[in-house]
């Protein structure tokens, strides 16, 4: 085989407050669970049934680091790019365990918040740029620095341009 692909793609929602740490060499770390929920009708009792799956997800990219310790809350909903792996660790009882994550590294990974930016309340609140990415649902995306440190979104060409031109 030429090549291969090593690419996951999620949307959910936190189940908990994004864990933020440093590394000894300084680099901004953040890790959160992330809920993904698949639903259907059961065939004999037609009831609705529900399964939720989690998945570790953890940053290592600083720009995206730093967006998901300010914005990003339980409950938050996301789109999630990255690479899933596996590592082997020890626990606190000296157990060796096995994890794997959803890895967002420098140039390999993509973090879309899907909802309001507000703090407080992230269902609240509307910012951001839709997303170009062919979906057929408006996203709002932060690929525009301007968008990651709270300004307002840049206004469309149209309502910028001068209509005093001459000519």
């Given amino acids: 085989m030429a090549g291969s692909v090593n690419k996951v793609i999620l949307v959910g929602r936190l189940g908990r407050d994004p864990d933020v740490r440093t590394t000894q060499s300084g680099q901004l770390v953040i890790s959160f669970s992330l809920a993904t929920d698949e639903t ?5 009792s037609g ?42 660790y020890t626990d606190r009882e000296g157990n060796a365990r096995k994890i794997t994550e959803v890895v967002l590294k420098q140039f390999h990974g993509e973090l879309c918040l899907l909802d ?3 703090r407080s309340a992230p269902d609240e609140g509307s910012y951001g ?5 062919g979906a057929t649902q408006q996203q709002k995306s932060y690929d525009d620095p301007r968008m990651a440190m ?3 979104a840049p206004q469309r060409l149209a309502d910028r341009i001068d209509d005093d031109i001459p000519f």
């Avoid at 259907?40 to 004999?44: S, V």
């Avoid at 740029?129 to 990415?133: A, H, Y």
């Fill in 47 to 88: 009831d609705r049934k529900q399964r939720t799956e989690w998945h570790n997800i953890v940053i290592f990219n600083e720009g995206l680091a730093k967006i998901a310790e300010s914005y990003l809350r339980k409950g938050s909903r996301v789109y999630v790019e990255g690479m899933q792996c596996t590592r082997d």
């Fill in 40 to 44: 259907w009708r059961d065939k004999n």
């Fill in 129 to 133: 740029t839709q997303s170009t990415r």
């Fill in 150 to 152: 709270g300004e307002k």
């Fill in 116 to 118: 309001g930016g507000s």
